[in-house]
């Protein structure tokens, strides 16, 4: 449990890391999108060299899975590319709360009615104070930038 939640936090501060990187990257491009196509294409030749060398272990094509469950790069793209235009505006504090709190909420849209087969898990009392919390923060980090 200690294990899976310290590399949930670790992978938080790597989308902190890489937002930072692709908006600067965009900023000497002068093109968010294009900045986007090169956070893509980097991450397709390491991740396609981690399969190919056997990280993570055997595997099998996906290319039977429904046609649906290949829609996880294009939410990816679309994060990476929305990011590069907000982050210039909020800030990377800002807009990486605001990212988490979407994350929260979608998560638990999907956990409480149990969409895209995942088990249902009924929202309780501690998820709505994370989720008011966390909003709080993202309004405070705002605020500050817009300063």
Same mark, same amino acid.
Do not use: K
């Given at each position: 449990? @200690?294990?899976?939640?310290?590399? %949930?936090? /670790?992978? /938080?501060?790597?989308?902190?890391? /890489? *937002? ?24 397709? =030749?390491?991740?396609?060299?981690? &399969?190919?060398?056997? @990280? ?29 235009? %907000?982050? $210039?505006?909020? /800030?990377?504090?800002?807009? %990486?709360?605001?990212? %988490? ?6 998560? $638990?849209?999907?956990? &409480?009615?149990? *969409?895209?087969?995942?088990?249902? $898990? &009924? ?13 709080? =923060?993202?309004? *405070? *980090? &705002? $605020?500050?930038?817009?300063?």
């Amino acid at each position: 449990m @200690v294990a899976a939640l310290l590399g %949930t936090l /670790g992978a /938080g501060l790597g989308l902190s890391v /890489g *937002l930072a990187f692709n908006v600067r990257l965009a900023a000497h491009a002068r093109h968010a999108v294009l900045a986007s196509l090169v956070n893509f294409a980097v991450g397709f =030749a390491l991740t396609g060299l981690l &399969a190919l060398l056997g @990280v993570g272990g055997l595997a099998s094509a996906p290319f039977e899975a429904p046609l649906w469950m290949f829609l996880g790069g294009a939410v990816g793209a679309g994060y990476v590319t929305a990011t590069l235009f %907000t982050a $210039r505006a909020l /800030g990377v504090a800002a807009s %990486t709360a605001g990212v %988490t709190l979407g994350q929260i909420l979608g998560a $638990r849209l999907i956990d &409480a009615f149990g *969409l895209l087969g995942q088990s249902v $898990r &009924a929202v309780s009392i501690p998820d709505m104070i994370g989720a008011a919390l966390l909003l709080g =923060a993202v309004v *405070l *980090l &705002a $605020r500050e930038r817009s300063r």
